[in-house]
């Protein structure tokens, strides 16, 4: 199994541009999360899906935005850039039941630098 | 919310123990830790739930104290692999959302 796979690996993007960052999980879970890490600051959920066709917000979703059609995909389109979105992103999945904690596995991580 | 971790940063020798603590102000049910290489992605370590439970995982374990909304992790006869940054996530509610601390990086040396 692949687990979950993210791209592109890295990516520069000038002010202004938009792009979408992929992410498909072959585990067939039912959440899917998008964080990104700042140096020294750890992990900020951005969204999260509960199911296919549900996502809710997380702790830093401005700027950002999700959807979620089917069970493996779940990506995350960035609209207009800004320096303040450089960052390193994960997508992370898990399958969660209510009093039943599973770990989440994370992709390897989008590299991103808006200039 | 967020979790706070202690401590910042710690160096070892091999065959050393440390500890990390992850202290919360909300009532946790569930604590998550992960380690994280430069460069690399969170590798899932072990969850602890509610109910002041030790989980073991190598010769690293944690442990839960849900009335001080408190986790530690603890590190035994350190290894040079154990070097990495480590995270603990906390879930309040049993959502399946976390959220993360700012790290502890580990270095070990020889």
Known sequence: ?115 | QQPVQSPQAVILREGEDAVINCSSSKALYSVHWYRQKHGEAPVFLMILLKGGEQKGHEKISASFNEKKQQSSLYLTASQLSYSGTYFCGTEVGSQGNLIFGKGTKLSVKP
């Open chain 1, 1 to 115: 199994n692949a687990g979950v796979t993210q791209t592109p690996k890295f990516r520069i993007l000038k002010i202004g541009q938009s792009m979408t960052l992929q992410c498909t999980q072959d585990m067939n879970h039912n959440y899917m999360y998008w964080y990104r890490q700042d140096p020294g600051m750890g992990l900020k959920l951005i969204y999260y899906s509960v199911g296919a066709g549900i996502t809710d917000k997380g702790e830093v979703p401005n700027g950002y935005n999700v959807s979620r059609s089917t069970t493996e995909d779940f990506p995350l389109r960035l609209e207009l850039a800004a320096p303040s979105q450089t960052s390193v992103y994960f997508c992370a999945s898990s399958y969660h039941q209510t009093g039943k904690n599973q770990p989440q596995h994370f992709g390897d991580g989008t590299r991103l630098s808006i200039l």
